[in-house]
T-cell receptor
Framework: DTGVSQDPRHKITKRGQNVTFRCDPISEHNRLYWYRQTLGQGPEFLTYFQNEAQLEKSRLLSDRFSAERPKGSFSTLEIQRTEQGDSAMYLC??????????FGDGTRLSIL | SQQGEEDPQALSIQEGENATMNCSYKTSINNLQWYRQNSGRGLVHLILIRSNEREKHSGRLRVTLDTSKKSSSLLITASRAADTASYFCATDLLSGGYNKLIFGAGTRLAVHP
């Protein structure tokens, strides 16, 4: 059983640079979610896709953030002009309809 | 903002003891879920309890839900060192026809051999 895969696992970048993360959901899952998790806190919802349509975006997702899910398969999350406050673990999850979400192991972003 | 609040924030016990974690939330829910997270890893779904259920069991896990008090508890019986992890409750608000999960800050459980 192939779970949710995220790449890269770790990303270190300088402030002001752009970064892109990739998420490959479980193949039959039509729903995909992005979360952000800071140290000592639970995940916070960022955005949700059903197939290729982005149906909800949190107010946490500033205009420097953009997410896509072309063809309703893998998804990318891009952060432009990174800031210190963007340092966090970015988690992707997928589900089939209303079933529980399956999470990937996340991408840990560190901003120097 | 996070809806759920777990209590305690940290719990340290010996192997074989039971561990109880509590979760309180603020708004009406569709269901409540518990997840486990090992250090540096993603979250693993443990159990889901619907708003019309009061208690649910899965192996060594027992979850209760009191919607009148807006609270839930997770009991892990006969704990093992491998249970060491952070445990999160997540309320499912069924917003816009999908499962929007709102997580608490978690309980960090340490089980010592």
């Amino acid at each position: 059983d192939t779970g949710v895969s995220q790449d890269p696992r770790h990303k270190i970048t300088k402030r002001g640079q752009n970064v892109t993360f990739r998420c490959d959901p479980i193949s039959e899952h039509n729903r995909l979610y992005w979360y952000r998790q800071t140290l000592g806190q639970g995940p916070e919802f960022l955005t949700y896709f059903q197939n290729e349509a982005q149906l909800e975006k949190s107010r946490l997702l500033s205009d420097r953030f953009s997410a896509e899910r072309p063809k309703g398969s893998f998804s990318t999350l891009e952060i432009q002009r990174t800031e210190q406050g963007d340092s966090a673990m970015y988690l992707c999850a997928s589900s089939f309809l209303m079933e529980p979400q399956h999470f990937g192991d996340g991408t840990r972003l560190s901003i120097l | 903002s996070q809806q759920g609040e777990e209590d305690p924030q940290a719990l340290s016990i010996q192997e074989g003891e039971n561990a109880t974690m509590n979760c309180s939330y603020k708004t009406s829910i569709n269901n409540l879920q518990w997840y486990r997270q090992n250090s540096g890893r993603g979250l693993v779904h443990l159990i889901l309890i619907r708003s019309n259920e009061r208690e649910k069991h899965s192996g060594r896990l027992r979850v209760t839900l009191d919607t009148s008090k807006k609270s839930s508890s997770l009991l892990i019986t006969a704990s093992r060192a491998a249970d060491t992890a952070s445990y999160f409750c997540a309320t499912d608000l069924l917003s816009g026809g999908y499962n929007k999960l709102i997580f608490g800050a978690g309980t960090r459980l340490a089980v010592h051999p």
